[in-house]
């Protein structure tokens, strides 16, 4: 358990940052922009469950657990010596990703199949719901990034790559189940 008697350090005045590992970085690093970004996207899944309910609100508080998850295996480097923590360490794991394949399956059924690119709107929490899309794409690149210099969880970057299709399908199901989606009309404004 996480104890926080103090939210302020000072151990960061200089520019760097502690992983999980206890490693100090500087905060400009691939692993701490990957991880800060994940935590963007978290943010941004609170924005949307302010307009949530039922099934949808209940997947995304798990999806801001499952984040935070995230934040965490990235926030540590070095997992072949995960062993000598002493502790668990926090990874995501395959079951996460196919839940999440699920579910879009799931909401991907209830809809009518795209035959234009949709534009993000349409209602507020569908408007959200692109945004969570949109910053977890970047938190997807982030990772990529740091994972072609350093190695990084395969399932994580997965994760990340079905949670903003994941976004997408929702973003569907709030817009009257794809009837209120907003659709791209090319060269319309010329």
């Not at 206890?22 to 978290?42: I, P």
């Not at 990235?74 to 996460?96: C, K, N, T, W």
């Not at 692109?130 to 740091?146: D, I, K, M, W, Y």
Request: net charge negative; charged share 25%; glycine share 6%.
């Amino acid at each position: 358990m996480v104890v926080l008697n103090k939210i302020y350090t000072k151990t960061g005045d200089k520019g760097e940052t502690a992983l999980g590992n206890g490693d100090r970085v500087a905060k400009h690093s691939a692993r701490v922009t990957a991880y800060g970004t994940v935590d963007e996207a978290n943010a941004t899944v609170g924005l949307a469950r302010l307009h949530a309910t039922g099934d949808v609100a209940e997947a995304l508080a798990r999806i801001q657990n499952d984040l935070f998850d995230l934040g965490a295996d990235l926030a540590r480097p070095d997992m072949e010596r995960d062993h000598e923590a002493g502790y668990p360490v926090l990874r995501i794991i395959e079951s996460q990703v196919t839940r999440l394949e699920a579910e879009i399956d799931a909401m991907t059924a209830r809809v009518e199949p795209l035959r234009s690119f949709i534009l993000p709107g349409g209602s507020a929490l569908a408007a959200y719901l692109h945004l969570c899309r949109t910053v977890s794409r970047r938190a997807e690149r982030c990772a990529v990034e740091l994972a072609s210099v350093e190695t990084v969880n395969e399932h994580a970057v997965k994760y990340l790559n079905r949670l903003s299709d994941w976004f997408f399908a929702a973003s569907r199901i709030a817009n009257d189940e794809g009837r209120a989606d907003i659709l791209w009309v090319p060269g319309a404004n010329r």
